[in-house]
């Protein structure tokens, strides 16, 4: 039950982080030996338990709020906080907020000031959070040229795509796409454009496997064709593996046609793969959307 928590963390054998959990998952807290939930997150909003207090205390826990705004938080946050972990020494403390975002971030300071852990291990702690990293789905890469993403990876290509402007010709500009509420970064949108007087981009997409089928992938898809046609394309076009269902069938729902069949186009984990060709050309788009 504990890994169905959004982004849950074990810290240390007796602390751990993660986003809202369930009300389902308080009580299996409990039997995974937690004895005490913080809850940096605030009351009343969307994510939030109707009474959270009220459920983990019949479970037999201690439950304490700090509220922290995740715009503005405080340092009396984190010293309030770290008064709570210094009153129960040895307890086993769960620290929770919406997404894990304030919880990895009291986390890391908590290392850094508690644990003995230096800046560069309490970065690194925060940074397996915060950066997004929706590539190391192995069922995203299974139809691609590269493989796993691992934390590096994603730092490289973070700073790769720091230094693209948007728009700029012949060079792929990657989106994160995240969740509005939380935050949580699920996959990302790109295209790469050609020169202006082609008037024409490729666009690609990756989604965390976790969330097929929800409909973000059309959501994302659609508002990045709806922003390119103000650089003024024609067509915009994508090509997919032909094994790789879950994206052609979402083109076409976008209105997007099969312009065709490529026969062994691209060396992919060691073995040659098909693709088809998708393309729509902007009219088409227009009419689409008008008739939504």
């Not at 971030?105 to 291990?121: E, M, T």
């Not at 192995?138 to 990876?153: H, R």
């Not at 970064?185 to 097929?212: D, L, M, T, V, W």
């Not at 059309?218 to 094994?243: M, N, S």
Request: net charge negative; proline share 5%; with cysteine.
């Amino acid at each position: 039950m504990l890994n169905t928590i959004k982004a849950f963390t074990q810290v240390t054998d007796l602390f751990a982080t993660a986003g809202q959990p369930s009300a389902e998952a308080i009580p299996a807290l409990r039997s995974a030996g937690f004895e005490r939930v913080i809850n940096l997150g605030l009351l009343g909003q969307p994510y939030s338990l109707p009474d959270e207090r009220g459920l983990v205390e019949s479970s037999g826990m201690v439950y304490r709020h700090i509220p922290v705004p995740f715009e503005a938080p405080e340092p009396a946050h984190f010293a309030a906080f770290l008064a709570e972990m210094d009153a129960a020494p040895g307890a086993k403390v769960f620290l929770h907020c919406a997404a894990n975002y304030r919880a990895s971030s009291f986390a890391a300071l908590y290392g850094f000031h508690r644990l003995g852990w230096d800046r560069a291990r309490a970065e690194t702690f925060l940074a397996e959070v915060w950066i997004p990293n929706p590539l190391s789905d192995p069922e995203i890469s299974k139809y691609e040229q590269w493989g796993v993403f691992d934390l590096e990876d994603v730092r490289h290509d973070l700073e790769v795509q720091a230094a693209v402007v948007p728009g700029t010709p012949k060079v792929w500009n990657e989106f994160a796409v995240t969740l509005k509420e939380g935050g949580a970064c699920i996959g990302n949108i790109s295209f790469k454009r050609s020169e202006p007087e082609q008037a024409q981009a490729e666009i690609g997409f990756h989604f965390a496997s976790a969330y097929h089928g929800k409909g973000y992938g059309k959501e994302a898809v659609a508002g990045l064709i709806d922003w390119l046609w103000g650089l003024k394309l024609h067509r915009i076009w994508a090509v997919a593996d032909t094994r790789n269902l879950s994206s052609w069938k979402m083109m076409e729902k976008l209105g997007m046609r099969r312009e065709g069949s490529f026969r062994e186009n691209c060396f992919v984990k060691g073995a040659w793969a098909d693709e088809y060709l998708y393309a729509l050309l902007e009219p088409e788009w227009r009419a689409l959307r008008a008739g939504m």
